[in-house]
């Protein structure tokens, strides 16, 4: 893969992020009373955002390590050990 597509990806992953982050901060500034519910468990909104920030960054993460990945660091076919003897012999 090339830098500039792997520069292209994470230009994309960011902006993902940078959205959920954005309306996190959204409704920290606008609507306040909404982060101070309790819906699951007694925990407040705020919490579950800021938990589901955090997972959404590792996921993205992870999903940006497995793409940029060079071709031959990934398994395919040919690599996978052939058990048993070569049918066409």
Known sequence: MSSVRNNRLAAQLFSLYLLFYSGFILINIFAPQLMEMTPLAGVNVAIWYGFGLI??????????????????????ESSVPQSGKDIRA
Do not use: N
């Not at 390590?65 to 990934?74: A, E, F, K, N, T």
């Open 55 to 76: 997972i959404l960054a590792v996921i993205l993460a992870f999903l940006y390590g497995l793409l940029c990945q060079p071709i031959h660091d990934r398994p395919s």
